[in-house]
C-alpha cells in the first residue's frame, strides 16, 4: 500500500481483520516483519493506545473500530468508556467532545504528587486535604477534608453528578 489517506473501511479490509468482542485487529496478509498473517496488528503507545501503521501512515485503533463499525471516521474524539486506553471493543467507543472525553478522567494528573488522588490535593493554608472540580470551564472548590480519602468521595459524588461524560 503505498502513500493514501484511509476514507472507507474497504481501504483497509483487505489488510485488516476486526473482532469486535475483542477489540482486537490482526492482519489478513503477510507483509513480511511483524505483519504476518492471523497475528495482533499494531504496537501500544507509551501512553496505552494502539497503533497500527498501514502504508505510510499510523492509526489508532480506535478510530479504526469505528470506521469500521459505522462505516465513516468519528467526527469528534473517541472516548473509552471504562477508561482503559487499549480496549478498542466497539462497545467501549463513543464519539464525544474534547470536554467531554476530559470528563471521563480517571487518574490524577502527574503534577499531583501530594495525593495521587483525583481532584484531591493538599492545602498548606487549611491544613486539610482539599476537594476540586472543572465545571463549566472554570474550578469549582468543594471542600476541606480531614483525610484524603473523604475529599475523593466528595470529589467523586460531585463527578458523577456534574459531569455527562463520567462513567467512573
Known amino acids: 500500500m503505498s502513500r493514501f489517506r484511509i476514507d472507507k473501511w474497504a481501504d483497509v479490509e483487505s489488510l485488516l481483520s476486526y473482532c469486535s468482542d475483542t477489540g482486537d485487529f490482526t492482519w489478513r ?4 516483519g511483524a505483519a504476518q498473517s492471523g497475528r495482533l496488528a499494531g504496537t501500544l503507545t507509551p501512553f496505552g493506545y494502539r497503533r497500527i501503521k498501514i502504508g505510510h501512515r499510523s492509526y489508532f485503533a480506535h478510530r ?11 467526527v469528534d474524539q473517541i472516548d473509552h468508556i471504562n477508561g482503559l486506553r487499549d480496549d478498542n471493543r466497539i462497545i467501549n467507543l463513543r464519539s464525544v467532545s474534547r470536554v467531554v472525553n476530559m470528563q471521563n478522567q480517571r487518574r490524577a494528573h502527574v503534577d499531583n504528587l501530594s495525593s495521587g488522588l483525583l481532584g484531591v490535593s493538599w492545602s498548606k493554608n487549611a491544613n486539610q486535604w482539599g476537594a476540586g472540580i472543572r465545571l463549566n470551564g472554570r474550578r469549582q472548590h468543594i471542600g476541606y477534608f480531614p483525610t484524603a480519602a473523604s475529599a475523593h468521595e466528595a470529589y467523586l459524588a460531585v463527578k458523577r453528578r456534574s459531569h ?4 467512573i
Open 29 to 32: 496478509v503477510i507483509r513480511g
Open 64 to 74: 479504526l473500530a469505528w470506521l469500521h463499525s459505522y462505516g465513516h471516521w468519528p
Open 164 to 167: 455527562e461524560g463520567c462513567s
